[in-house]
C-alpha cells in the first residue's frame, strides 16, 4: 500500500502491528471452501498491486510497516484499509476491496490466482477533448493537417538474382549505409515479385539510392527522374507535393488561449476525465476559438461544401452540408431534430456561404464537439456497448489523436465494429497510418514527464548552451526516437532503455559530446560511447529532473522508481529538509549519503539515491562529465527490491548502460509501462479493484507478443473494457 508516512513510523503506531500471532485464527472461514478462496485469490491480487510496494510481497515490510503478524482481528484492519489507504489515493479502497486484502493478510499471504470472467467493462463517461486533441481534431475536420498528402511507394524488382536486403537511402534519412544505421529497408512481396515500401514524407524533394545488400547502391529503375549524385552517378529524385483541398487556416493557433490540461498528483498524461472541467474561461474560448475558425474559412467555403449552393440549390446544398460536415464534427449521424436546428440557422443568414460559416461556428461550440462520448447502448448483461461511431472515435484518439478518417466512419457505418476481427483490423491500419507516430511520440514525453524542458530554468552562467532552440531540439529528439523505436526498429521496450543511437543535430551532438555533426535537421546516428543510452541518456530526461544548478539523484531516482517501475514512494514529511547544501569539498555523493545514513530518511532514500547515482556522469542539462569538483565521479548505484520494495534483493549497477540493460530486463518494467500505456489510452486512473483482470490480460499479451509496444496498442483496443461500459 502507498503508505506515504513518516518511514512507516506513525502507521506503525496506528496499527498497533505486535508479532506472532496465529493468523487467521477464529475467524470461522474455511479456506477450502470456493468462495473463501476466490476472497483470497482476489486478495492477493490486490495486495499485490495496491500493498506490496511498500509493505513487501510477503508483509516483510519495506517503505511501509511489516504486516506479517497484524493480530487485531479482520474488523479493525479492514477499517484501517478502507479509510486510510492507499494513502493519498484511499478511494481506490474501500469496502469489499479493503475486507478482501485484510483476509489476505491474516491468512498468511497465501500464493493464489483471481478468477476473470471476462466480462469487464469501463466507466461511462463524456471525455473533454485535450488541448492536443482540441487542435489536432480541428486541423483534421479542416483539412489543415499533413494526412491527405499520399505515402509514395517505393519497388524494386529483381533482374539478375535475389538480394537477402535492399534498403533506401537519401536526403529523407541522412544516407545510411546499412539498415542499422537507419536505413529505411524495403519488404518482399511475393505476389508481385518485388521490394516494396510505402513511406509518408513531408512536402519538399528529396533525392535517394536502392542499397543492395548494404553494400551496391544503385538508383531506382522505376523513377526516370534523375539528378547527378557529384560522384559521377545519378541519385533517383522524388518530390511530394500537396494539392490544397482545404479553406486557409487561421493566423494564430486557436487552442493555445485554452486554459491548461489538469492533471492530478500521479499520473503524466494530458487527458485526465474527471480533473478537465469546463470552465466560464473554457467556454469563452470556445467560443473565441470557433468564431476565429469561422471568420478564417468565411473567406472560401468552396473545400467545405460539397454541392453548389447557388440560387434555388441552397436549401438542398446546405442540407447535404449539414448531413456531411455535421457527421463529422459530432463524430456521428446528426438527428433528424439537430440537422432541422442547423440548417434552419443556416437558412436565417442572408447569404448562403454567411450561412454555412454561422453553422461552422455553432457546431464547433456544441457540447457534442468538444466532448467524445463513451456511455454506449444498453445491453442484457447491465453492460453498456460502445456504439458502432463511439467505438470509431475511440480507436482513432487512442491511435491518431484525432477524429476519424473517411474509412474509419465508413467502416462504422457498414457495422464492421461489431466483431474483434473488425475491430482488430481497423486498429492495425490505424497503427500502419502515418498519423499514429506523433500521438506516440506525444505519449512518451508525457509518460516520461519531460514536457518540463520547454520550461526548465537553468543558470545561464553554468550552462549557455541552454537555450530555446537547444529545448525543442532535445524534445523533437525523444520524439523521433520512440516513433522510430516503435515504428522502424524492434518495436521493443527494451530497445527503448539500450539502444546506442538517437537522433541528432550539431546542436545536440555538441551537447553529447560528439564530432563531426553538422546542420539541424535531427538524423540517426550512433552515441559512440559506452556511457549513454537509450531514453536516459537522453538530454531531455536528464535535464527534466535537475535543478537550475545541479543534478539531481533523487529527482532521478525518483523518475525510474515512479515513472517506469510504478513504485510509489511516500511525499516526504515536513521537517525532511531540503537538499544538501552545496559544498566546494565535496561530490553530489557524498553531500546525499547523509540520507542513507540518516535512520529517519533512510527508509525512503535507500530506494531513490542508489539509482540516482547512475545518472552522475551527466550534468543538469545533460553534458556527460567524468569529474565533479576535479574527483572522479562514482556513477556505480544498486537498483535494490526491483521486483518489488522490501524484498531485500540487491540489483548493483555502474552507469547507465548497465541501468538501462537491468530495465529492460525487469518484470516490474514491464508491468508499470501497461499500467502507463493503460492511462494513456483510457484518460483515468486505473480503478485497481476494477481492473485486476484487464491489467493481468494486458501484461500476459504484451509478454507473449515480445515487448512489442504497437502489439499493447492493439492488445487496448480489443479488451472488454474498451468496448463496454458500466
Known amino acids: 500500500m502507498w503508505m506515504q508516512s513518516l518511514a512507516g513510523v506513525v502507521l506503525a503506531v496506528v496499527l498497533g502491528w505486535v508479532g506472532c500471532a496465529s493468523p487467521g485464527a477464529g475467524d470461522g472461514r474455511d479456506p477450502k471452501d470456493p468462495a473463501d478462496a476466490n476472497t483470497l485469490a482476489r486478495g492477493a491480487a490486490l495486495y499485490g498491486e495496491l500493498c506490496a510496494v511498500c509493505h513487501g510481497h510477503q508483509g516483510q515490510g519495506g517503505s511501509g510497516p511489516v504486516l506479517a503478524g497484524f493480530s487485531r482481528g479482520e474488523a479493525e484492519l479492514t477499517s484501517i484499509i478502507d479509510q486510510r489507504m492507499p494513502v493519498g489515493r484511499p478511494e481506490q479502497c474501500r469496502g469489499a476491496c479493503a475486507r478482501d486484502i485484510a483476509r489476505f493478510i491474516l491468512a498468511g499471504f497465501p500464493k493464489a490466482q483471481p478468477v476473470c470472467d471476462g466480462n469487464g467493462a469501463g466507466p461511462r463517461r463524456l471525455r473533454l477533448l485535450s488541448r492536443r486533441e482540441y487542435r489536432s481534431t480541428?486541423?483534421?475536420?479542416?483539412?489543415?493537417?499533413?494526412?491527405?498528402?499520399?505515402?509514395?511507394?517505393?519497388?524494386?524488382?529483381?533482374?539478375?538474382?535475389?538480394?537477402?536486403?535492399?534498403?533506401?537511402?537519401g536526403s529523407m534519412n541522412g544516407w545510411p549505409g546499412t539498415i542499422a544505421a537507419g536505413g529505411w529497408p524495403l519488404a518482399f512481396d511475393s505476389a508481385a515479385g518485388a521490394f516494396r515500401l510505402r513511406r509518408a514524407l513531408p512536402v519538399g524533394s528529396y533525392q535517394?539510392?536502392?542499397?543492395?545488400?548494404?553494400?551496391?547502391?544503385?538508383?531506382?529503375?522505376?523513377?526516370?527522374?534523375?539528378?547527378?549524385?557529384?560522384?559521377g552517378g545519378q541519385n533517383s529524385l522524388i518530390s511530394v507535393s500537396c494539392k490544397p483541398v482545404a479553406p486557409p487556416p487561421p493566423t494564430v493557433d486557436v487552442a493555445a488561449s485554452l486554459p491548461p490540461d489538469a492533471r492530478p498528483d500521479g499520473f503524466p498524461f494530458d487527458d485526465h476525465t474527471e480533473a478537465r472541467v469546463v470552465s466560464p474561461v473554457h467556454a469563452e474560448e470556445y467560443r473565441r476559438a470557433a468564431m476565429t475558425i469561422a471568420t478564417a474559412v468565411a473567406a472560401d467555403v468552396a473545400p467545405l461544401v460539397p454541392c453548389d449552393g447557388s440560387g434555388g440549390n441552397r436549401a438542398a446544398c446546405t442540407e447535404q452540408f449539414v448531413r456531411s460536415f455535421g457527421l463529422r464534427a459530432f463524430r456521428r449521424p446528426l438527428l433528424p431534430s439537430e440537422r432541422t436546428r442547423y440548417q434552419a440557422l443556416a437558412a436565417s443568414a442572408a447569404r448562403f456561404e454567411l450561412g454555412i460559416t454561422q453553422v461552422i461556428a455553432a457546431l464547433l461550440q456544441s457540447p457534442h464537439f468538444l466532448y467524445r462520448s463513451e456511455l454506449g447502448e444498453a445491453r442484457p448483461d447491465g453492460r453498456y456497448r460502445l456504439t458502432a461511431y463511439e467505438l470509431a472515435s475511440a480507436l482513432s484518439y487512442l491511435y491518431w489523436g484525432t477524429m476519424p478518417d473517411a474509412d474509419l466512419f465508413a467502416a462504422a457505418e457498414r457495422g464492421e465494429l461489431a466483431t474483434s476481427a473488425g475491430i482488430e483490423k481497423q486498429a492495425r491500419r490505424l497503427l500502419g497510418d502515418v498519423r499514429a507516430r506523433e500521438p506516440m511520440g506525444e505519449f512518451a514525453l508525457q509518460w516520461l514527464g519531460v514536457e518540463r524542458v520547454f520550461t526548465a530554468d537553468k543558470r545561464a552562467d553554468q550552462f549557455p548552451a541552454w537555450t530555446p532552440a537547444l529545448r525543442q531540439d532535445l524534445a523533437e529528439e525523444t520524439r523521433r526516437f520512440v516513433r522510430h523505436v516503435v515504428f522502424d526498429g524492434s518495436g521493443t521496450l527494451g530497445e527503448l532503455f539500450t539502444a546506442d543511437y538517437s537522433f541528432l543535430n550539431e546542436s545536440l551532438a555538441k551537447l553529447y559530446g560528439l564530432a563531426g555533426a553538422t546542420g539541424s535537421t535531427l538524423v540517426r546516428r550512433s552515441y559512440g560511447s559506452d556511457q549513454r543510452r537509450g531514453l536516459l541518456g537522453h538530454g531531455s530526461v536528464l535535464s527534466s529532473y535537475a535543478h537550475s544548478d545541479q543534478t539531481s539523484p533523487i529527482r532521478r531516482g525518483l523518475l525510474v522508481r515512479r515513472t517506469l517501475l510504478c513504485q510509489?514512494?511516500?511525499?516526504?514529511?515536513?521537517?525532511?529538509?531540503?537538499?544538501?547544501?552545496?559544498?566546494?569539498?565535496?561530490?553530489?555523493?557524498?553531500?546525499?549519503?547523509q540520507h542513507t545514513q540518516n535512520p529517519f530518511c533512510k527508509g525512503c532514500h535507500q530506494y531513490i539515491d542508489g539509482v540516482g547515482f547512475g545518472f552522475e556522469r551527466f550534468d543538469a542539462i545533460g553534458q556527460p562529465r567524468d569529474t565533479e569538483r576535479s574527483m572522479p565521479i562514482d556513477d556505480s548505484g544498486d537498483l535494490n527490491d526491483l521486483e518489488g520494495l522490501g524484498s531485500g534483493h540487491s540489483a548493483p549497477y555502474r552507469g547507465l548502460v548497465e541501468l538501462g540493460q537491468r530495465l529492460s530486463q525487469a518484470d516490474s518494467a514491464r508491468a508499470c509501462f501497461v499500467r502507463q500505456a493503460l492511462r494513456f489510452a483510457r484518460g483515468i486512473h486505473e480503478d485497481v479493484a476494477a481492473d485486476l483482470c484487464l491489467l493481468s490480460r494486458l501484461r500476459v499479451r504484451f509478454s507473449e507478443q515480445g515487448d512489442r509496444i504497437a502489439e499493447l496498442w492493439v492488445a487496448l483496443s480489443l479488451q472488454p473494457e474498451f468496448l463496454y461500459r458500466r
Open 568 to 593: 510509489e514512494l511516500p511525499t516526504p514529511p515536513p521537517n525532511a529538509g531540503s537538499i544538501p547544501a552545496v559544498d566546494a569539498a565535496a561530490t553530489t555523493r557524498e553531500r546525499f549519503r
Open 208 to 231: 535517394y539510392k536502392f542499397v543492395i545488400d548494404e553494400k551496391d547502391w544503385i538508383p531506382d529503375p522505376e523513377n526516370p527522374n534523375r539528378v547527378p549524385d557529384g560522384f
Open 138 to 169: 480541428i486541423s483534421a475536420l479542416f483539412g489543415w493537417d499533413d494526412s491527405r498528402c499520399p505515402m509514395p511507394e517505393f519497388r524494386f524488382k529483381p533482374t539478375t538474382g535475389m538480394p537477402k536486403t535492399v534498403h533506401l537511402a
